[in-house]
């Protein structure tokens, strides 16, 4: 049984840092790409970032490049999200996914098969 734990979300100021785990069992996660996604109240679910198997290629969204660092440690089964110079718009609730094929990258959350349970972030201005 595939199971995914998100860990380290809070609260911070804006402009501060976290770092968020994604933690991985029940499958050999080396071949499928993993992202973070996320979504604000009345909002849809969006992507913020995805990562290759081997860690090699690293993808994110606009809103987001430059400030957050997708990175994964396959010999423990875990994925990180670095968010640095966060601001109140990033405020959401972060899901972490695998990819439902191996080798393949989306940004459509239809193409995530496995789900987190998802990590409260929560930027103060």
């Known amino acids: 049984q595939v199971q995914l734990v998100e860990s380290g979300g809070g609260l911070v100021q804006a402009g501060g840092s976290l770092r968020l785990s994604c933690a991985a069992s029940?499958?050999?996660?080396?071949?499928?790409?993993m992202g973070w996604f996320r979504q604000a109240p009345g909002k849809e679910r969006e992507f913020v970032a995805a990562i290759s198997g081997s860690g090699v290629s690293t993808y994110y969204a606009g809103s987001v490049k430059g400030r957050f660092t997708i990175s994964r440690d396959n010999a423990k089964n875990t994925m990180y999200l670095q968010m640095n110079s966060l601001k109140p718009e990033d405020t959401a609730v972060y899901y972490c996914?695998?990819?439902?094929?191996?080798?393949?990258?989306?940004?459509?959350?239809?193409?995530?098969?496995?789900w987190g349970q998802g990590t409260q972030v929560t930027v103060s201005s």
């Open positions: 029940g499958r050999t996660f080396n071949n499928y790409y």
């Open positions: 996914a695998t990819a439902q094929r191996p080798r393949y990258y989306s940004i459509h959350k239809s193409a995530y098969d496995y």
